[in-house]
């Protein structure tokens, strides 16, 4: 079965984000998501919607 290049998983796409972003950015992104706040806001965002996932 070919494996689709387009979808990988998330440790890679920490590994391309780490090469490619800017060390403080790439900082923030990973302080802010083992915080939950990706998630946390993600889900007050649909609340406010009226839309659950």
């Known amino acids: 079965m070919a494996r689709d290049t387009w979808f990988e998983t998330v ?3 920490q590994q391309r984000a780490k090469k490619r972003l800017p ?5 923030s992104l990973i302080s802010a998501s083992e915080k939950g706040v990706s998630v946390s806001d993600n889900v007050e965002s649909f609340a406010e919607l009226g839309f659950a996932p």
């Open 11 to 13: 440790a890679v796409a």
């Open 23 to 27: 060390k403080s950015a790439y900082s």
